[in-house]
Structures are given as structure tokens and as C-alpha cells.
């Protein structure tokens, strides 16, 4: 009796068929991301270059006379004579306590506007009360008033509050909540099932309680979402903090980066260490995108806004 063996063929993945199209599309796509990068590499080939360099040969792609010294006049590690030697401003930039000014602001602002924004975004969602959806609708007519319009009114809220040039008076426009972080957390709330919340009540957990176990932990990615947004638009305010802080102990990285670009030396504009300057700046928020970009996009996806 002889035995029958059986062998199972090899299924190999189709090869996908050239197409203009596909072709077309990915060509696209590497000219889109090369437009977006180029500018943070001339960044970095401006920062990696020295001021003479650049004068010399302003067109080079590569770095001219490759050196780290805006780097290091960025940071302060440089004394003035050695500034000005190398074409940079005599000033410097205190760039150490900059970067506190703008974690402390962006910290307070972040933190304080989710959690108010979470809470009007729960009592627009779940609460019923007469009149709701009518001042949910007035509420986000804020989002169609230009932030310019309310520069000065605020204005003369902080200087007769008295915190012009303060840290408290730089986060205070924007420490309790927006139009857009309400919508966005209410979007999530809303798809939340009552069945949960029910059963919460069930045994024996108030609304306060509801919210703050049951709620907020299953809307973490959006509120997390909503605190990296927050963070970098916080971070790369300028105008207002121009206009509320005058010296440098509320002085915030954006304002700094104004102040160093003033501090024109005669030999011409410290384009080296601006660019280090604002490198260094920026890295912070493209390594905070960087890690919640999925997270990001996954939220605006599921809450609905298109």
C-alpha cells in the first residue's frame, strides 16, 4: 500500500503591475516632503555655517566653513568679544531662561485649558439643561472672531489687573478654554455610550465621580491629542507675549528670537547663531509631534472633523 502525498503549491504575493497613476502619486508625495524639509535643512546648513560663510557664498547647499559657534552663541556659551569676532551681536540671548518663561507658560496654559475645556465639553455632551444647544451655538460663534480683535481688549484687562511683563499675564487670555478645545472633546463625549456612565451611577458614583474615573480615562487620546496641539500653539505664540512682556524675566523664546534679531552687529545680521537659535527652539515641538503624530491624526479622525 503505498502513501499519497499531498503538497500544498506556494501562494507568491502578486507583484503589483506598473502604474502611471501610482507613479504619478508617490512623485507627488516625495515633492511635497521635500518642499516641507527643505526649510528645516537650510535652517540647519544656515546654523552650521559662519557669518563670513554665508556672506561669501550665500547660494552654497552645503554649510559654509562648517562650525557649531551659533550654537554656541545661541546657548550662551560664548563671551561677547568672541560674539563679535565671529559676526554676532555682543548681547547674546539668555537663552536658558527664555526656555523656562515658555515651559512655564505653555504648561500653565495647556494644563489649566484642558481641564476646563474637558468639563464644559462634558456639560455640553451629557448634562441636560434648558438653553444647552443654544449656547453651545453661540459658543463656537467664538471660533469665527479673529484673535486680533481681542488683542487690545485683553490688553486692558491685564494692565489694569496689573501683570503686564508677567508670566501670569502672558497665559491669562487663553488659561481657561477655547471654542475649538470644547468642540473637540465634546465630539468624543458624545460617542461615548450611556450605558457606562448608567452603570457607574448604578453603584453609587456621583457625577463628579463619573466624570473623573469613568469619563476622562476613556477620553484620554483626544485629551491628549488636545494638549499637544495646545502645547505647540501656546509654544509658538508671539504677538501677544510681544505685546504684554517687556524684559527679560517674562520674555518668552518667540520674543527672544525677535530681540537677538535686532541686535544687528555692523558687520550685518547674526544669520548663524538666528538659525541655531531657532533650531533649538523648535526641536522641542517637532520631537513632541513626532512621537503623538499617529495619536493626532487617529483622534481627529474618530471625533469627525474633516
Given at each position: 500500500?503505498?502513501?499519497?502525498?499531498?503538497?500544498?503549491?506556494?501562494?507568491?504575493?502578486?507583484?503589483?503591475?506598473?502604474?502611471?497613476?501610482?507613479?504619478?502619486?508617490?512623485?507627488?508625495?516625495?515633492?511635497?516632503?521635500?518642499?516641507?524639509?527643505?526649510?528645516?535643512?537650510?535652517?540647519?546648513?544656515?546654523?552650521?555655517?559662519?557669518?563670513?560663510?554665508?556672506n561669501a557664498d550665500?547660494?552654497?547647499?552645503?554649510p559654509v566653513d562648517?562650525?557649531?559657534?551659533?550654537?554656541?552663541?545661541?546657548?550662551?556659551?560664548?563671551?561677547?568679544?568672541?560674539?563679535?569676532?565671529?559676526?554676532?551681536?555682543?548681547?547674546?540671548?539668555?537663552?536658558?531662561?527664555?526656555?523656562?518663561?515658555?515651559?512655564?507658560?505653555?504648561?500653565?496654559?495647556?494644563?489649566?485649558?484642558?481641564?476646563?475645556?474637558?468639563?464644559?465639553?462634558?456639560?455640553?455632551?451629557?448634562?441636560?439643561?434648558?438653553?444647552?444647544?443654544?449656547?453651545?451655538?453661540l459658543f463656537l460663534?467664538?471660533?469665527?472672531?479673529?484673535?486680533?480683535?481681542?488683542?487690545?481688549?485683553?490688553?486692558?484687562?491685564?494692565?489694569?489687573?496689573?501683570?503686564?511683563?508677567?508670566?501670569?499675564?502672558?497665559?491669562?487670555?487663553?488659561?481657561?478654554?477655547?471654542?475649538?478645545?470644547?468642540?473637540?472633546?465634546?465630539?468624543?463625549?458624545?460617542?461615548?455610550?450611556?450605558?457606562?456612565?448608567?452603570?457607574?451611577?448604578?453603584?453609587?458614583?456621583?457625577?463628579?465621580?463619573?466624570?473623573?474615573?469613568?469619563?476622562?480615562?476613556?477620553?484620554?487620546?483626544?485629551?491628549?491629542?488636545?494638549?499637544?496641539?495646545?502645547?505647540?500653539?501656546?509654544?509658538?505664540?508671539?504677538?501677544?507675549?510681544?505685546?504684554?512682556?517687556?524684559?527679560?524675566?517674562?520674555?518668552?523664546?518667540?520674543?527672544?528670537?525677535?530681540?537677538?534679531?535686532?541686535?544687528?552687529?555692523?558687520?550685518?545680521?547674526?544669520?548663524?547663531?538666528?538659525?541655531?537659535?531657532?533650531?533649538?527652539?523648535?526641536?522641542?515641538?517637532?520631537?513632541?509631534?513626532?512621537?503623538?503624530?499617529?495619536?493626532?491624526?487617529?483622534?481627529?479622525?474618530?471625533?469627525?472633523?474633516?
Open positions: 500500500m503505498t502513501a499519497v502525498t499531498t503538497t500544498t503549491p506556494t501562494v507568491r504575493p502578486a507583484k503589483r503591475r506598473f502604474s502611471l497613476g501610482r507613479a504619478t502619486a508617490w512623485a507627488v508625495l516625495g515633492l511635497v516632503v521635500l518642499i516641507t524639509l527643505l526649510p528645516f535643512y537650510w535652517i540647519l546648513r544656515t546654523a552650521l555655517s559662519t557669518n563670513a560663510g554665508l550665500p547660494t552654497s547647499p552645503l562648517l562650525t557649531g559657534t551659533g550654537f554656541q552663541r545661541a546657548l550662551g556659551l560664548q563671551s561677547a568679544e568672541e560674539a563679535v569676532a565671529q559676526g554676532g551681536a555682543g548681547g547674546g540671548l539668555d537663552f536658558w531662561r527664555y526656555l523656562l518663561n515658555s515651559v512655564i507658560v505653555s504648561t500653565l496654559i495647556t494644563g489649566c485649558q484642558i481641564f476646563f475645556s474637558a468639563m464644559a465639553a462634558y456639560a455640553f455632551s451629557r448634562l441636560r439643561w434648558r438653553g444647552r444647544d443654544k449656547v453651545f451655538g460663534g467664538g471660533l469665527m472672531v479673529p484673535t486680533i480683535f481681542t488683542l487690545l481688549p485683553n490688553f486692558v484687562l491685564i494692565k489694569q489687573l496689573h501683570l503686564v511683563d508677567t508670566l501670569l499675564g502672558i497665559a491669562l487670555p487663553s488659561l481657561f478654554m477655547t471654542p475649538f478645545a470644547v468642540f473637540f472633546l465634546r465630539q468624543f463625549f458624545m460617542n461615548i455610550p450611556r450605558e457606562v456612565e448608567e452603570a457607574a451611577l448604578l453603584d453609587g458614583a456621583g457625577k463628579v465621580k463619573v466624570f473623573f474615573r469613568v469619563v476622562l480615562p476613556m477620553a484620554s487620546t483626544p485629551v491628549i491629542t488636545l494638549g499637544v496641539l495646545t502645547y505647540i500653539t501656546s509654544w509658538n505664540d508671539y504677538f501677544w507675549p510681544l505685546m504684554v512682556s517687556y524684559s527679560d524675566s517674562s520674555r518668552v523664546l518667540t520674543v527672544a528670537l525677535a530681540v537677538f534679531r535686532a541686535q544687528t552687529p555692523a558687520t550685518g545680521v547674526d544669520w548663524s547663531g538666528l538659525m541655531a537659535a531657532t533650531l533649538i527652539a523648535a526641536l522641542p515641538m517637532l520631537v513632541l509631534f513626532a512621537c503623538f503624530a499617529r495619536r493626532i491624526v487617529s483622534s481627529i479622525g474618530f471625533t469627525g472633523i474633516k
